[in-house]
Nanobody, 121 residues
Framework: QVQLVESGGGLVQPGGSLRLSCVVS????????MGWYRQAPGKQRELVAS???????DYLDSVKGRFTISRDNAKNTVYLQMTSLKPEDTAAYYC???????????????WGQGTQVTVSS
């Protein structure tokens, strides 16, 4: 059973930093990509950052230059380093992993339970 466990959320002042971690376990197919999403109250979930198995990354425009996604393949862990945090970054942050069954090119998505990030003075 695939499980994702996120950690690192919390309360931080504007301008501060946090690092989120997401450990994936129980995988049976290779990881195709991993990503961080966020959802603020009353808003749709949005993609914040993703990292492909090739190492290519993609970011939400509003976090470019402030957030960095990285992964440790040996530990099946993805990180999101967040700096210069703003109140508008406040949201529940979710980790997603996409696995690929190479034989049929089928993709499978799995989500973590989320971790709250609150940016406030």
């Amino acid at each position: 059973q695939v499980q994702l466990v996120e950690s690192g959320g919390g309360l931080v002042q504007p301008g501060g930093s946090l690092r989120l971690s997401c450990v994936v376990s129980g995988i049976t197919f290779p990881i195709y990509s991993m990503g961080w999403y966020r959802q603020a109250p009353g808003k749709q979930r949005e993609l914040v950052a993703s990292i492909h198995r090739t190492g290519n990354t993609d970011y939400l425009d509003s976090v470019k230059g402030r957030f960095t996604i990285s992964r440790d393949n040996a530990k099946n862990t993805v990180y999101l380093q967040m700096t210069s945090l703003k109140p508008e970054d406040t949201a529940a942050y979710y980790c997603k992993t996409r696995l690929i069954k190479e034989l049929t090119m089928t993709l499978y998505d799995y989500w973590g339970q989320g971790t709250q990030v609150t940016v406030s003075s």
